[in-house]
């Protein structure tokens, strides 16, 4: 059974709680994160969700995605999700999302980080992933024209390519 904290419309944490598929009460939020893993040829890495997983199962997805659980910080889920999925330990303790987008019950924070990683290396959390790659902004476009990668929208994929290596919405 997974707990996640509640937050209000303001994003400020409650006392209170909710397990993991309870229907959300009117006013309540939580938090998801989005880590998203870029290497110097400008690739992202991508996992393919395992097929027996519910939501959108044996698609194609960002590097790595979850809920905040009962505790957690933005950084601290972000961190425990990319060790748990992948197998790769990060250190956000000075590092702030990119982007929050807000959705129906929630906020998800997108963190976009340059990270060479040897996807040989990687230890997939079987419960989740099934596989991972690298690939182009236009693969991953493409992918979703092919309806193999999850529905994101074509220009959240563009802004996230186009904002890895830098925060704001200017470019100096």
């Known amino acids: 059974m997974e707990f996640w904290d509640i ?19 009117e006013g309540d939020y939580h938090l998801v994160i989005h880590v998203c893993i870029f290497n110097r040829r400008g690739e992202m890495l991508i996992q393919q969700r395992q097929s027996f997983k519910e939501g959108w199962p044996g698609m194609w997805d960002l590097t790595v995605g979850g809920s905040a659980t009962k505790g957690d910080t933005s950084r601290s889920a972000a961190s425990r999700e990319t060790m748990e999925e992948l197998g790769i330990k ?15 019950r929630g906020f998800d924070d997108i963190y976009l980080l340059e990270k060479d990683v040897d996807i040989g290396g990687l230890d997939l959390q079987y419960e989740e992933v099934q596989a991972v790659k690298w690939a182009s902004k236009e693969e991953i476009l493409d992918m979703i024209e092919e309806s193999t990668f999850i529905p994101y929208f074509p220009s959240l994929i563009n802004l996230l390519f186009e904002m890895r290596n830098q925060v704001g919405a200017i470019r100096q």
Do not use: A, C, Q, W
């Not at 956000?92 to 990119?98: A, K």
């Open 7 to 25: 937050y209000d419309i303001e994003r400020s944490r409650t006392e209170r709680t909710m397990v993991r598929g309870e229907p959300f009460k």
């Open 90 to 104: 990060l250190d956000l303790e000075e590092v702030r999302p990119h982007l929050t987008i807000n959705f129906d």
